[in-house]
């Protein structure tokens, strides 16, 4: 068995990430006439929480802002396990329904990336850990401060 490692650093609009996936989707099929393998995709899916319902309304300028206490929901949603879990759900990968705008979210893409993976959102079993935002290596933070 192989092991096939793919570094992912999709686009963030739904069509080019489609085109993305779909080039991947062959090559993988290709691959499936050699020896048996499992691959295992990491990096940055370019996956978005989708400004929900509970977080309130579209200004009268046609935007989004988030309110003291849509804040707060979100801050309380951080705090613990359950909440966490709630949020991931609220994930473009698997959200299903509408978003602040009243647009429906249904993005290709997303759907093709379930099809052929397993997913970080089909865990149900694992903790979801706090979030973070690119986050620099140790090493390097190391680095920096030693002056090499």
């Known amino acids: 068995l192989e092991l096939v490692l793919l570094g992912a650093n999709l686009d963030t609009q739904d069509e080019p990430k489609l085109a993305q996936l779909q080039a991947l989707e062959r090559l993988l099929r290709v691959r499936k006439h050699g020896m048996p393998f499992c691959s295992l995709m990491w990096g940055d899916f370019n996956s ?8 309130g309304k579209v200004g009268v300028d046609g935007k989004f802002h988030l309110d003291e206490s849509s804040v707060t929901h979100l801050v309380d949603m951080l705090k613990d ?3 966490r879990r709630q949020l991931l759900q609220k994930d473009a990968l698997v959200f299903r329904g509408h ?3 009243g647009r429906l979210c249904r993005h290709r893409s997303n759907r093709k990336l379930q099809e052929m993976f397993s997913l970080h959102t089909d865990a149900a079993h694992l903790e979801v850990p706090l979030p973070s935002y690119k986050r620099t290596p140790l090493d390097h933070i190391l680095s920096e401060w030693l002056g090499v």
């Open 48 to 55: 978005r929480i989708i400004a929900f319902d509970e977080l």
């Open 81 to 83: 396990q359950h909440g």
């Open 99 to 101: 978003d602040v705008h």
